[in-house]
T-cell receptor, first 110, second 114 residues
Framework: QQQVKQSPQSLIVQKGGIPIINCAYE??????FPWYQQFPGKGPALLIA?????SEKKEGRFTISFNKSAKQFSLHIMDSQPGDSATYFC?????????FGTGTSLTVIP | DAGVTQSPTHLIKTRGQQVTLRCSPK?????VSWYQQALGQGPQFIFQ???????QRGNFPDRFSGHQFPNYSSELNVNALLLGDSALYLC?????????????FGPGTRLTVL
């Protein structure tokens, strides 16, 4: 059973566009929602994270929107660049156990 | 400050063999989690070690076992390797009872089972 559902599976945008990646969860005990970026052959790197007591968090060009009632959260990448081309994973945790989405492969075309 | 380190980088084994993967956590971190990431998939939680004990375990068979040492480093052992064990094995470190739940990942060990 997939604890965190992520969509879309892949995404192609033009440079400067705003890709949006969505995740949904069921377990209301989750209290920490990070996003990770992974390049081929590398481990996931933390991008940004949010707790359910806030509805939005911005760090640089990355924004998380969080809808607690809908049990959904999303990642927005402003002014996307070719260097942002990577796989993005959402995750949710309760305590120290993390559950990951299936990933979104993002391609930013120059 | 070194981040999470893992060794070896790559490993090739044959079915039925046993393998040991190693992880050193980020400085100041006391908790180590292991994940298996199949190609094109998200990381799947194997287990977590804290205070040299297995604290939580995901849906993985007993062929997967681990250990945490007093210096917080950790090993993942897989016995009786199957073709399906081929994957990227990721170690993540964190701080139990810390301000944040953030897990920091190492670069992974790519295991190929032939």
């Amino acid at each position: 059973q997939q604890q965190v559902k992520q969509s879309p599976q892949s995404l192609i945008v033009q440079k400067g566009g705003i890709p949006i990646i969505n995740c949904a969860y069921e377990n209301t005990a989750f209290d920490y929602f990070p996003w990770y970026q992974q390049f081929p052959g590398k481990g996931p790197a933390l991008l940004i994270a949010i707790r359910p007591d806030v509805s939005e968090k911005k760090e640089g060009r990355f924004t998380i929107s969080f809808n607690k009632s809908a049990k959904q959260f999303s990642l927005h990448i402003m002014d996307s660049q070719p260097g942002d081309s990577a796989t993005y994973f959402c995750a949710a945790s309760t305590g120290n156990q993390f559950y990951f989405g299936t990933g979104t492969s993002l391609t930013v075309i120059p | 400050d070194a981040g999470v380190t893992q060794s070896p980088t790559h490993l090739i084994k044959t079915r039925g063999q046993q393998v040991t993967l190693r992880c050193s956590p980020k400085s100041g971190h006391d908790t180590v989690s292991w994940y298996q990431q199949a190609l094109g998939q998200g990381p799947q939680f194997i287990f977590q070690y804290y205070e040299e004990e297995e604290r939580q375990r995901g849906n993985f068979p007993d062929r997967f076992s681990g250990h945490q040492f007093p210096n917080y480093s950790s090993e993942l052992n897989v016995n009786a390797l199957l073709l399906g064990d081929s994957a990227l094995y990721l170690c993540a470190s964190s701080i139990t009872w810390g301000v944040t739940d953030t897990q920091y990942f190492g670069p992974g060990t790519r295991l190929t089972v032939l």
